[in-house]
């Protein structure tokens, strides 16, 4: 009689993330939020409490335990890795600090060819704790899958323009179509440096990554085209050979939805300004979708935010694949309480 090994579970095969991200069947809609691990959990607050948000990104055990809080806590069914999208920007030397209260600030904006030379690319020995810290976490998460995450070309040159967050963006559409040779160079290395970090991650053990392009909202589609869709794609294609799911995500990109997802995404996400069944449908029904609930709906009572949940549960079951997730971050002031019970709807109403 011929012995039958039971194959183990695989998190970057069996967990209902990938799979849902691959468009397969899965026994219910998988959960996470954007922001997961952050502000709205006390235990959070007091494990970073006295350490600066960079100092805290390249800690490992401090990683570790704050990108395993909310797994605890809520029960999600993805782990995203605690970093933040400047990170690889640090590593390669850019002069910058993550200001409480106002976001990354560049020291000396980059606005000429010369400041090309303050950028060198990024390689695994510039983030030898990023590669510690995914492995301590897959170690740790065993079932649950991480997803690994990176700022997008155009929103890190916007920080880089800029100097900071921008309401405008006025220095870089000026850099952008004055100098457009330039804006270009600049954007290449940015997708070197973004499409390194992410494989760094998936070649510790991520099981998926998320390209977040927070900005790219403010551009038109003719911008966007011209400018800035061919970095993303340059981005994503460091991972080409690795088999692992993409997500790809931006703010108030309704617009951009169909263009975005032709950077070589498995998975839109789409926020909350756009009703998903709109979005499935401008996507062709061609991709699986990630989101959409409103963040602030959590502040709401029960009733209604029950609802919402509901709505996006089904509505997401016309998309070849669903991720349930906010249509953008968990809000600092959200009671955790609420999105546990969120989570627990969700897997709820979803279970086939």
Not at 163 to 168: C, D
Not at 213 to 228: I, K, M, N, P, Q
Not at 287 to 298: C, E, H, S, T, Y
Request: with cysteine; hydrophobic share 45%; glycine share 8%.
């Amino acid at each position: 009689m011929q012995d039958v090994t039971e194959t183990p579970f695989d998190p970057r095969r069996d967990s209902l993330l990938v799979k849902a991200a691959r468009g397969q069947t899965t026994s219910r809609t998988p959960v996470w939020f954007m922001r997961q691990a952050g502000r709205s959990l006390p235990e959070y607050r007091a494990v970073r409490e006295g350490t600066a948000m960079l100092e805290a990104c390249r800690n490992p055990e401090l990683v570790t335990e704050i990108t395993l809080q909310p797994v605890r806590r809520h029960g999600v069914d993805a782990a995203i890795f605690f970093s933040d999208i400047v990170v690889p920007l640090a590593a390669v030397g850019v002069d910058l600090d993550i200001v409480p209260g106002t976001g990354p600030v560049v020291a000396a904006p980059f606005r000429t060819r010369a400041d090309l030379d303050r950028l060198p690319d990024l390689t695994p020995e510039h983030v030898g704790d990023i590669t510690k810290s995914v492995q301590m976490l897959v170690r740790e998460l065993g079932p649950t899958p991480l997803i690994g995450f990176a700022g997008a070309p155009f929103t890190l040159a916007s920080y880089l323009v800029e100097g900071g967050p921008s309401r405008n963006h006025e220095h870089t559409k000026a850099l952008m179509h004055g100098d457009p040779q330039l804006w270009h160079d600049l954007c290449a290395r940015l997708a070197q440096i973004s499409g390194a970090f992410l494989r760094v991650q998936v070649d510790a053990g991520a099981s998926a990554v998320q390209l977040f392009d927070s900005w790219a909202g403010a551009l038109s589609r003719a911008d966007y085209r011209t400018h800035v869709q061919e970095h993303s794609r340059a981005a994503f294609a460091a991972l080409d050979g690795l088999d692992v799911p993409r997500i790809h995500f931006g703010v108030g990109t309704g617009e951009l939805l169909t263009d975005m997802s032709e950077v070589g995404t498995d998975v839109v996400g789409v926020d909350y300004r756009v009703a998903l069944p709109d979005a499935i449908a401008r996507l062709g029904g061609r991709f699986a979708v990630q989101g959409n609930l409103d963040p602030a709906l959590l502040f709401a009572p029960w009733e209604p935010l029950e609802q919402a949940v509901r709505r996006i549960v089904a509505e997401g079951r016309t998309a070849p694949g669903h991720i349930f997730n906010l249509g953008h971050g968990v809000l600092p002031s959200t009671d955790p309480d609420v999105l546990t019970r969120v989570v627990a709807l969700v897997h709820e109403v979803s279970e086939r």
